[in-house]
T-cell receptor
């Protein structure tokens, strides 16, 4: 059974700081997703990572994938308040399984 | 990018009534769609996989008679919550399968049963 573990589940940080969210998964998966969810809204796709060593960056967010370690990271650089949201990683084995999400609260 | 449209975005219904939620793929054909349920401050829980032209595949613990799924065309899947009760109140999200490498999600439906 495919399991996805995310940590931390809650993160409160100051603007301008850097931090990393971790996503571990239990079995081989051919792709890994990162999504953002704002309160009361659906999911916004951030990144899709397909291969070992893949790294993608968009603004202050950077995602990487290590398929051997079954680990993905979402790194936040110089956080700003607008990045406050819940971030989910998800992996797939014919269906998409989500981690529990990381609630990120960035303090001004 | 591909678009998945979900309707309604919000619905309030009385206990005992049924509610239908629609999920449409607007610019692609989706042979498979996924239905998720999300409780407040929780993750998305996969309820079922909707297959065009055949029966849906339900996840363990999901009542198929309670949550009726129909996928009659390549662009439309519906989820009907039958005989709704307050505990069915939740946020329901559909996903229009996977296109190449990405999955696309509907806007979500906030169901409140009173």
């Amino acid at each position: 059974e495919l399991k996805v573990e995310q940590n931390p589940l809650f993160l409160s940080m100051q603007e301008g700081k850097n931090y990393t969210i971790y996503c571990n998964y239990s079995t081989t998966s051919d792709r890994l997703y990162w999504y953002r969810q704002d309160p009361g809204k659906s999911l916004e796709s951030l990144f899709v990572l397909l291969s070992n060593g893949a790294v993608k960056q968009e603004g202050r967010l950077m995602a990487s994938l290590d398929t051997k370690a079954r680990l993905s990271t979402l790194h936040i650089t110089a956080a700003v308040h607008d990045l406050s949201a819940t971030y989910f990683c998800a992996v797939t084995d014919d269906k998409i399984i989500f981690g529990k999400g990381t609630r990120l609260h960035i303090l001004p | 990018g591909a678009v998945v449209s979900q309707h309604p975005s919000r619905v309030i219904c009385k206990s005992g009534t049924s509610v239908k939620i629609e999920c449409r793929s607007l610019d692609f054909q989706a042979t498979t769609m996924f239905w998720y349920r999300q409780f407040p401050k929780k993750s998305l829980m996969l309820m079922a996989t909707s297959n065009e032209g055949s029966k849906a595949t339900y996840e363990q613990g999901v009542e198929k008679d309670k949550f009726l799924i129909n996928h009659a065309s390549l662009t439309l899947s519906t989820l009907t919550v039958t005989s709704a009760h307050p505990e069915d109140s939740s946020f329901y999200i559909c996903s229009g399968g996977r296109i190449n490498t990405e999955a696309f999600f509907g806007q979500g439906t906030r169901l409140t049963v009173v």
